[in-house]
């Protein structure tokens, strides 16, 4: 067997299945910040302050098939010792993943955004929506993925777990790049607990961007479908836009509308955000205000933040 590449700080990363076991010798790379986040007035948010470092090992191998294994393992402040973990395999012929995070089991989304985005609830976040109508896909915590760039000039994606609540989640996902100039094309379509008739759920994603020189628009449109009859199906549109002033220096913005069939009105939520560079420090700020949350006419939310991080 080759003899595995050293690349630095070196760690027991364990004993992969493929090959002749050994030590991998692996390196660190850690990153270092801190978060201000600001809600309501009228809410009691706690601290304000938040600390995000992390430190992420890995290393890579060749089998004697020639296979790439690498292994990443992310140690982050938590109840576990693991944020991230992933072994993938690259088989010259496309790559599998095993992970602990959905990464490659999210479904396809072109909307630009350079800090966050009204798609997903940010650090003590706005509305109860915002995360629910773009679910992530598979969701155990545990998960298989295999990845190809090039089949018939499409990138295509497939992953697996665990139900929450029973069967296997699926995801499938194609995307097209540079269908013409600048313009992406995506769409995905996931399964989820299959095996569950009240928990159970249908995800369509169709989204699309175009890029043309520092400017990015995108479009997502979600669609869940669930068998109950007293589910809640929920229909959603996310449009966003990024302009990159300079090199270090980009701005964006985005909606996102969430569309219950059970409720009278839909949850919007919109988001300004701006990111700054200089060298290996990044601050990103964003106002994130949500109308109608948890579809009530009666209810807003908002939430500021500044985040400062340094890479090392």
């Avoid at 449009?239 to 069939?261: E, H, P, Q, Y």
């Amino acid at each position: 067997m080759d003899k595995l590449r050293k690349v630095g700080l070196t760690a027991l990363a364990g004993t992969f299945a493929i090959g002749s076991a050994q030590a991998l010798e692996m390196s660190a790379s850690g990153s270092a910040g801190f978060t201000y986040s600001s809600s309501d007035d009228d809410e009691v948010t706690g601290e304000r302050f938040s600390f995000g470092d992390s430190i992420t090992l890995s290393g890579s191998g060749e089998t004697d098939m020639g296979w790439t294994v690498t292994a990443s393992y992310e140690l982050d402040d938590g109840n576990t010792p693991y944020d991230d973990q992933t072994v993938s395999i690259d088989t010259g012929n496309g790559t599998f993943f095993i992970q602990t995070n959905a990464d490659k089991g999210g479904h396809n989304r072109l909307v630009p955004n350079v800090y966050g985005s009204a798609s997903y609830s940010l650090a003590n976040g706005v509305g109860t929506e915002t995360g629910k109508h773009l679910a992530d896909g598979v969701t155990g915590t545990t998960n298989l993925a295999y990845t190809n760039s090039d089949i018939a000039g499409f990138d295509v994606g497939l992953a697996i777990s665990p139900g929450a609540v029973g069967g296997t989640d699926t995801v499938v996902k194609v995307k097209k790049a540079d269908l013409t100039d600048g313009l992406t094309v995506a769409a995905s379509i996931g399964t989820i607990n299959p095996n569950d008739e009240n928990n159970d759920s249908d995800e369509l994603t169709l989204s699309a961007s175009y890029a043309v020189g520092g400017v990015t628009v995108g479009y997502t449109h979600t669609s869940i479908d669930q068998s109950k009859a007293s589910s809640s199906d929920i229909d959603a549109t996310h449009v966003g836009i990024s302009f990159s002033v300079n090199d270090d220096l980009s701005v964006s913005m985005d909606r996102s509308t969430a569309d219950n069939a059970q409720k009278s009105v839909d949850e919007e939520t919109t988001s300004y955000q701006v990111a700054y560079t200089m060298g290996s420090m990044s601050i990103k700020a964003h106002v994130t205000k949500t109308d109608n949350v948890g579809y009530s006419s009666t209810a807003t939310d908002e939430n500021k933040a500044v985040a400062v991080s340094f890479s090392f």
